[in-house]
């Protein structure tokens, strides 16, 4: 009987040996199930099955209600004595060992691999999608979806992984959070976990390699832009001081340079060999560019040219912008011609006669310089700049508020057309754009009007050779002056302080700028005025206001005071009151400064 007691229990020890070893995986399964919970992979339910806490607590128990009959008595045949010795038995103490690490498994058992398996990403990312694949686990084959949307890795799906252990394959999906944030599929497998991690990163390459992006274009370079930023040190000062003989050819020149976060291009306009006009274009940040073009520009205009004029504190990177820009547009209009050169070659008549060519200009219909035209397009104002040049139509370009995607359309077809034609005239509006195609057509045609030769003022600089001449007979009606009375006689030098010379003298020459309170307040509003034989010949603004008020204003105002030859009595715009205070206040302040 003592026997028979002993097959019936043959492994009582051994199951006490292991309550260490059952807690462990009680734990395990435990953490197991909170992963599975947790987790938003989908993992099919496995063939294998996991103790469930009562279970393990009734091996336990079970365990530990079983005495040790290794002496080979039952325990219905107890004797006192034996009893005795069941309060000495105990249970004996195993030493803890740890659970076999998955990744440990013999090779025999794991049909998977121990290394993590990498592959190359491809240089043109993913292409949009769902995407499945599988790869190799512990206990077979793993099976996982890949969606890519906006070329980026969104979510990894399990779609089956049967021949896995639940509790290792719920650590081994750690992987798949660091595959999405890293958006790659090369990374470490899970400790303890090897197998079924590399099974599933073997999953995702699988899928990815049906999802490169072969005709893709790379541009991660716009990373790269605020490396721009980096703060160099200012470069003003290396704008070298203009030599003495350098003038300006008449045009208009572009250059462009680096801002604070954006490019600079400034044009400028040269009539008469003094810069009349400065105008920009820019992606740089407003607030910072508003701040130094408003103090450099005119600045640039006064001292006609950009050595000596300082960057602007707090805006120092669009300062450098602004004048190297400007820098480099008036490198293309210098002239290195020695003034007193042109002298000799003025007096000789036969110089005069050179300047017939000039009727020819007659026939290209227009007159050099910028001109611009405004017209209304489909959700805004379209404003044009055309550029003449030897008589001929060089450059449009345009500033708009129109909707975009209808402007572009028209402005890619219609731009060439009338470069081509050198006219408005017989050019189609575009399909599907016409509102849009109207503005830049009716722009171009305002600009192309206030460029067109009206009576030949050109002639008017012949004369000038001639007063020349004038002045030699001069010198002998000087001998004829001694005679007596003549000399009072002279009314000649009544003509001198001909009329034309009391409204000329209501101003000084030169460069005037002023400023105003527009919309944004005090300053925001300047006015640059360009004084020339006592008349205003020219004048440029820089603003903080919105553009579409402003320039609607601004159009009506330099028209009233080119018109009148002053700043009083100007009306404003409706709709754009603020506005126009301010460019009638600074107008004021600037011609104050000019007047005699």
């Known amino acids: 009987m003592k026997k028979q007691d002993k097959k019936d229990f043959p492994d009582r020890k051994n ?27 989908k993992v099919q339910s496995e063939s294998a099955d996991v103790k469930d806490a009562e279970e393990l607590t009734g091996l336990i128990t079970t365990a530990y209600s079983y005495e040790d009959f290794s002496d080979g008595t039952s325990s219905s045949a107890k004797t006192g004595k034996t009893a005795s010795k069941k309060a000495k038995a105990g249970i004996k103490k195993g030493t803890a060992k740890t659970l076999p690490d998955e990744s440990q498994k013999t090779s025999a058992t794991g049909q998977g691999t121990t ?45 089956s992984a049967s021949g896995e252990t639940p509790s290792y394959f719920a ?53 790269v832009k605020p490396v721009v930023t980096a703060k160099p040190t200012p470069k003003p ?31 400028i306009t040269i009539k008469n060999g003094k810069i009349t006009k400065i105008t920009n274009t820019n992606t740089d940040t407003k607030e910072y560019f508003s701040k130094a073009w408003s103090k450099i520009q005119p600045a640039i205009l006064k001292k006609q040219g950009v050595y000596g004029v300082d960057t602007v504190s707090g805006a120092t990177f669009s300062s450098n912008g602004i004048l190297e820009a400007a820098q480099k547009a008036l490198a293309k209009a210098e002239t290195t011609t020695a003034k007193p050169t042109v002298k000799p070659t003025a007096t000789p008549t036969p110089t005069a006669e050179p300047d017939i060519p000039e009727p020819d200009t007659p026939t290209s219909e227009y007159q050099d310089g910028t001109y611009t035209g405004r017209a209304r397009g489909y959700s805004g104002f379209v404003y044009i700049t055309v550029t003449i040049k030897d008589g001929k139509i060089i450059e449009l370009t345009n500033t708009n508020t129109d909707t975009d995607s209808f402007f572009k359309k028209a402005w890619k077809v219609l731009q060439p057309a009338i470069l081509e034609k050198q006219s408005v005239d017989g050019i189609d509006t575009v399909s599907g754009a016409t509102y849009s ?72 020459d030169g460069t005037y700028t002023g400023s105003g309170a527009g919309n944004y307040g005090a300053g925001s509003v300047t006015v640059t005025v360009t004084i020339s034989g006592g008349q205003i010949v020219e004048a440029s603004y820089s603003t903080l206001d919105d553009e579409e008020y402003f320039d609607e204003a601004w159009n009506s105002i330099y028209n009233q005071v080119m018109g009148s030859q002053s700043a009083d009595g100007l ?7 603020f506005s126009s205070q301010g460019i009638i206040q600074a107008f004021q302040n600037a011609l104050s400064q000019a007047q005699n």
């Open 437 to 508: 195609s109207n503005g830049i057509l009716g722009g171009t045609q305002k600009a192309l009007e206030g460029a067109k030769i009206t009576p030949t003022p050109t002639e008017t600089p012949v004369p000038t050779v001639t007063p020349e001449i004038t002045v030699t007979p001069t010198p002998t009606v000087i001998p004829e002056a001694t005679p007596t009375p003549e000399l009072t006689a002279v009314p000649t030098e009544t003509p001198t302080p001909e009329p034309t010379e009391e409204p000329a003298g209501r101003y000084r």
């Open 171 to 223: 650590s081994a999906q750690g992987v798949i959070s660091r595959m999405i944030s890293g958006q790659t599929p090369n990374v470490d497998a899970v400790s303890g976990a090897t197998y079924s991690s590399n099974g599933i990163i073997q999953a995702v390459q699988d899928a990815l390699s049906k999802a490169a992006n072969t005709d893709a274009k790379t541009t991660p370079t716009p990373t």
């Open 237 to 267: 000062t290396s704008i070298p001081k203009p030599a003495e003989n350098v003038t300006y050819k008449d045009g208009t020149y572009s250059a462009e340079a680096e801002g604070f976060d954006g490019s600079v291009k400034v044009t």
């Open 15 to 41: 199951y006490i040996k292991l309550l260490p070893a059952a807690a462990v995986i009680a734990a395990v399964a435990v953490t197991g199930v909170q992963g599975k919970a947790g987790s938003t992979q």
């Open 115 to 159: 290394s993590t398996p990498t592959v190359s990403v491809p240089e043109g990312g993913y292409k949009d999608g769902t995407y499945q694949g599988s790869g190799t686990g512990f206990g077979g084959t793993v099976s996982v979806q890949v969606t890519i949307s906006g070329g980026k890795i969104t979510s990894i799906d399990v779609l």
């Open 571 to 577: 009306d404003a715009v409706s709709g754009a009151t």
